[in-house]
């Protein structure tokens, strides 16, 4: 059981890398390549929240009518799986602004059934005396794939606009130093054509940023496909019921 545990947590770690390693730089890809303002850009990842309480609710019914969690899990993941595929896709070859919001809302669907259904399996996989700690230990999974997740986006978006920036062939040369340092600011304060080159490297880099998503929902989808799926615990409490007192038979011995 705490094998099994384990890797459910590990597959959370996987899901919250992909997750909040590539929300963090959703704003940030709304307001450089769309030219949405800082105030607005934020709304703009509201359809990714919006499906993960519609299925998160949906989600909950299923488990409580059908005691089955794990169907539930690994679809999530595979559908995660294609909406990072489309993501990617989408900021990458410059779709309008609804495409990158339905491929958000898939994502926002797809992970709704995942991230509950990781409590439930943990807490259903181990013993009542340990069920403290091993929600504690899926708690801390999530913030270490969070953390983990928003420093290798970060990595993977400065190695890549650094890369570009060197690299760039087009006719207008770019200080790359200058930008990175300068940020969302410096590169609207561009010339029109200078600005065009340097969204476009921009969509390319943090299009790099959301691949991430695929590569983890993939692993979490395989590890979480291995996994038995146990018994649903429909109660907390001891092993055996406690035996009904018999106040009749009391009485009897007394008198």
Known sequence: QCDWSSDVCSSDLLTFMCTQGAGVYYPLFFQIVYGVKMSNSGWLSAPMMIGTVISARVNGQIVVRTGRYKKTMVGGL????????????????????????????????AFGTVTPNMVVAVQNAVDIEHMGAATAATTFFRAL??????????????????????????????????????????????????????????????????????????????????????????????????????PHQAQDRIM
């Open 78 to 109: 595979l559908m995660g799986f294609f909406g990072y595929i489309f993501l990617v896709a989408a900021s990458s070859t410059a779709q309008p602004i609804y495409l990158i919001e339905i491929c958000l809302l898939i994502i926002g669907l």
């Open 145 to 246: 794939g969070g953390v983990t997740g928003v420093a290798a986006c970060g990595a993977i978006l400065t190695a890549s606009l650094t890369d570009q920036f060197t690299s760039n062939t087009m006719p207008i040369k770019l200080d790359g130093a200058t930008l990175l340092k300068g940020g969302i600011v410096q590169v609207m304060a561009l010339p029109p054509e200078a600005n065009l080159v340097a969204v476009e490297i921009y969509r390319q880099a943090i299009a790099s940023v959301f691949a991430l998503g695929i590569f983890c929902s993939l692993l979490a989808f395989g590890l979480t496909l291995l996994l038995p799926e146990l018994p649903l615990r429909t109660r907390v409490g001891p092993s055996e019921e406690p035996k009904p007192s018999q």
